[in-house]
């Protein structure tokens, strides 16, 4: 009885174990492929225009409403304490400090992690992955590396492009509706913000970026059963690397920020 | 470079529960045409999967160009794949690129060719298995069935392998184009004198590009013998299968 309850426990464990293990393995075997000739810059420029550029619409968007919100909503929550005039540093704290990376995170998981899982998925059972070891390449290098190194440096580019669409959707929303001073709104962000601020932003996107391409690669190389296959690893590479986005964005934030 | 030979030596496969392969032996002289026969799910493409490294096996020998791939390191492996071509059953061609690089692939990614060189060098294969120039700039699915075969067949011997293999290369054709792939088929190895390995279900298809034939059972050989005896070999098993009669000693069966 006791055995058997032990048991129920231990192998989920197990098996949780050897999962992490094999994807530290597959995280380690790209990252050395990346720094290993011969390098396919073809195949890394296309994805890293595919997310650098595709995804630059829907991430601007999200990040300027975000700071037309965020400048409506502490300035409706600071005037209980008298306290509108850091409207500005609250912005831009918190978008260069969190929202630009989170935001701009989640939403190229949502794009490039899914098309990536399901772009690798029907290769693989398709046998394109198969017919490329059969063609002397290697999986790896041609497919997994250039796709992990294209989020893991397009993502601070986006999220600098967020930061700036964050900053002045506030901006917009504090001069044009709330009534504060252009130079004094402005005054007031650049006075807040430190270079540190923005250093650990870009951190945490070249973090997530890696996260979003290895989870999209890790459950599209290693899909299988056909078209429901595929649709399950799309999701799975979507739904892992948000969590991990989340989680991770703590242990960065802890890291630079910690009292 | 010259043709490889081919030698399996007790080759055992088990996926879970369920044994695939059980103490396969081949062999296969250079220059040579073996066709592996075999009902679906009989193993036959773990079999050439094994060969080809993609899949490791749990025990036996396999040996090609008097190497043994189970134990060469993955470089050593491509090495080897270097003198190999592989036609896969759905073709697996690669849908991101257009034609002509699909053709070429091997030779760009080695850096072998420069791309100028390469799309020549796809229109004279894709001359060869009878496409024109101008298909070269088509993505594989703008293509027929048939064509993806062809381009599939073009890509497979344009590195001039001593070594292919075709996974059931009719299966899902029509009649007619069926036998025009195995003429291209036939006209390919001899070009390039290599050695040829297919898998079908198809007997019409594989006395016409085989010149020994296997059959495979329940993951093992039950029967070697040339191509052009098919039923008529006095196997009783082989011959059920060759003439696709119902009663014999093959009966369906459950599958686990």
């Known amino acids: ?259 | 470079m010259s043709a490889l030979g081919v030698s399996l030596k007790g080759v055992r496969k088990s996926f879970g529960a369920k044994r695939v392969l059980d103490g396969v032996d081949i062999e296969v002289a250079p220059n040579s045409s073996l066709v592996i026969l075999g009902g679906s799910g009989s193993g036959k493409s773990v079999t050439i999967k094994c060969i080809l490294g993609l899949i490791q096996p749990d025990e036996g020998v396999i040996e090609v160009g008097g190497q043994d791939v189970t134990r060469l390191s993955r470089r050593d492996r491509l090495a080897l794949m270097d003198r190999m071509g592989m036609l896969f059953q759905q073709g697996a061609l690669f849908d991101s690129l257009p034609v002509w690089e699909n053709v070429c692939f091997k030779l760009l990614a080695q850096k072998r060719i420069t791309r100028a060189a390469a799309r020549d060098r796809a229109a004279e294969v894709l001359a060869q298995v009878g496409l024109a120039a101008s298909v070269g700039d088509l993505s594989p699915s703008e293509l027929s069935g048939g064509m993806q075969k062809r381009v599939a067949l073009a890509r497979a011997v344009a590195a001039r392998p001593d070594l292919i293999f075709f996974d059931e290369p009719t299966t899902g054709l029509d009649p007619i184009m069926g036998a025009v792939i195995d003429g291209l088929i036939v006209d390919c190895v001899q070009r390039l004198g290599a050695t040829a390995i297919s898998i079908t279900h198809d007997m019409a298809s594989a006395r016409r590009i085989g010149q020994q034939a296997a059959m495979i059972h329940h993951g093992k050989i039950v029967w070697t013998g040339a191509a052009a005896e098919l039923g008529n070999t006095g196997n009783a098993m082989v011959d059920q299968f060759a003439r696709g009669e119902r009663e014999g000693p093959i009966q369906m069966e459950l599958r686990k």
Request: net charge neutral; with cysteine.
């Open chain 1, 1 to 259: 009885m006791v055995g058997a309850m032990l048991a129920g426990i231990g192998r989920p464990v197990l098996a949780a174990c050897e999962s992490v293990g094999r994807l530290a393995l597959f995280a380690a075997e790209a990252v050395s492929h990346m720094v290993r000739p011969p390098f396919h810059a073809r195949q890394f420029w296309r994805h890293f225009v595919e997310v650098a550029y595709f995804s630059l619409p829907v991430v601007a968007l999200t990040a300027l409403f975000t700071g037309m919100v965020l400048a409506l909503q502490s300035y409706t929550g600071f005037a209980r304490f008298n306290a509108q005039s850091a409207v500005a540093s609250v912005v831009v704290l918190s978008v260069v400090r969190e929202l630009g990376p989170v935001l701009a995170g989640l939403m190229v998981a949502g794009r490039i992690g899914a098309a990536m899982a399901a772009e690798l998925g029907t290769m693989r059972v398709t046998d394109q992955i198969d017919a490329l070891t059969t063609l002397s390449t290697d999986p790896m290098k041609y497919l997994v590396a250039p796709r992990i190194l294209a989020t893991t440096l397009a993502l601070p580019l986006l999220v600098v492009v967020a930061d700036i669409l964050g900053v002045m959707g506030g901006y917009v929303i504090g001069t044009m509706k709330l009534g504060f001073v252009s130079a004094a709104y402005l005054d007031s962000t650049w006075d807040v913000l430190e270079a540190m601020d923005v250093i650990s932003g870009l951190i945490k996107a070249a973090v997530f970026g890696f996260v979003i391409g290895l989870m999209g690669c890790w459950y599209g190389f290693h899909s299988k059963g056909g078209a429901q296959g595929v649709g399950l690893a799309t999701t799975s590479a979507v739904v892992v690397a948000s969590i991990l986005i989340l989680m991770l964005d703590y242990v960065v934030t802890e890291a630079f920020f910690s009292p």
